[in-house]
């Protein structure tokens, strides 16, 4: 693969699966899946997330404090179960697996939050080209819901005015560009702060290219 993936051709392969949802929303391209994994995966993949999580980390903070204030840990691509999943997120979407980054897996306690950002570089700026040289753009975030804490927690898209709850094996999709492969403005969200319980996810983010190219 040496030309750019299109990231256009994601949206009608979804629509037309009947496991996919489609939220209401021109303005970007969301979906989700109910039950994607079981409880019996996600409660292993916590106890993944348990075992190497660190402070997480993020490329610009924009001088916000505490801006990110999980915790992180890439987890090992050769364990069955996240190979697994890799292998089932290219599946659905029709993305090939070399344009994955690592599964990340996060851990919010309570009061933890990610504040409102976009998954993607911003073209010109110093992450862009630092982040963006090898393998190009971010195109696709997959993020999976591991659990539901007991309040708080949720995922807000702060432009488009919408709330995804947690739900336990939940898989939520959305094409960070627009039709003309230019970042999408409107993608724009957040972890909210868990306010009862701890909330694990797992995100898995792909490229253009692959890496190497």
Partial sequence: MTTPFDANQVAPRLAADPRVNKVPEKRVELFFVREFLGAEECATLCGLIDQERRPSTIADDNGQEAFRTSETCDLDHDHPLVASVNGRLSELTGIPEVLGEPIQGQRYAVGQEFKPHTDTFNPGGPDYYEHCADMGQRTWTAMLFLNAPEAGG??????????????TGKLLLWNNLKPDHRPNDFTLHQGLPVRKGTKYIITKWYRELPSGV
């Fill in 154 to 167: 949720a995922t807000r898209f702060k432009t488009l005015g919408k709330n995804i709850r947690p739900e």
